[in-house]
């Protein structure tokens, strides 16, 4: 990022406040990042700058972000429906985007490990999935825990480590690609349970402030209320520019 644009070719859960914090006293996750990488969702390969620019408001800023809308910069990934070659090819562009930065000196760490400038990797959905294999990866080259900071929207927690990398996970109750579990038995159930999860770029900061955090090793769980009609209708207008027309 310090004057390098990443961009790849399209191809086809945290150091966290105690238990009993509420997300809405904001918290300092991410205080020390300049910098992060935006990767989509499924059916968006390259972020957009509203996308950008809610990423940022929503979820880094709020957690002590010290970057500006200009060093948070879209990383390319497939995001297509070929959810396994597009899973794997994502992996490997974020892992490859990471070591490069790691490799210019840009986390500022220490040969003990300890790292003043982390880069933050903010996912969602398909990307979420990229992001928690690539912490692995990432762990498998040494790069040093305190070097990475990771924010996942709708990510199912059951495939996020715990024990790598500080991880925020945002979770929506009843979001069934999150949670399959939640799936309802109904089909106006299991439709709501689908269009929750399309829902999280355009949330309000009230909305995000009443989720419940639930903390295992270096990853925070943020549990948010299942959202009324009211609040699902609003967020799906908002995210197709319709609200308030």
């Known amino acids: 990022m310090k004057n390098v644009i990443i961009s790849a070719a399209l191809c086809s859960a945290a150091v966290a406040l105690a238990g009993s914090a509420n997300a809405d006293e904001g918290s300092d996750f991410l205080v020390g990042s300049t910098n992060a990488l935006i990767l989509g969702s499924t059916g968006l390969p390259t972020p957009d700058a509203s996308y950008l620019a809610n990423a940022v408001s929503l979820y880094l800023d709020p957690s002590g972000y010290d970057g500006t809308s200009a060093s948070a910069l879209a990383l390319s990934t497939p995001e297509t429906w070929d959810f396994g070659s597009s899973v794997t090819q994502g992996e490997q562009i974020l892992v490859t ?10 986390m500022h760490c220490t040969v003990f490990g300890d790292c003043s400038d982390p880069l933050t990797i903010f996912s969602y959905s398909q990307s979420s999935a990229v992001a928690a294999l690539a912490e692995q990866e990432l762990a498998a080259a040494k790069i040093p825990t305190d070097a990475l900071r990771f924010v996942m929207l709708g990510a199912n927690p059951s495939g996020v480590p715990d024990n790598l990398y500080p991880t925020e996970v945002f979770n929506i109750d009843g979001d069934v690609w999150a949670n ?24 309000t900061p009230a909305e995000l402030e009443s989720a419940t955090p639930v903390v295992e090793g270096l990853t925070t769980v943020f549990d948010i209320p299942t959202l009324t009609t009211t609040e699902l209708w609003e967020a799906l207008l908002n995210s197709v520019g319709l609200a308030g027309a």
């Open 97 to 106: 985007a990471v070591l490069a930065e790691y490799a210019l000196g840009d």
């Open 180 to 203: 399959p579990a939640s799936l309802g038995s109904t089909w106006d159930e299991i439709l709501f349970g689908l269009e929750q999860h399309f829902a999280y770029m355009w949330l």
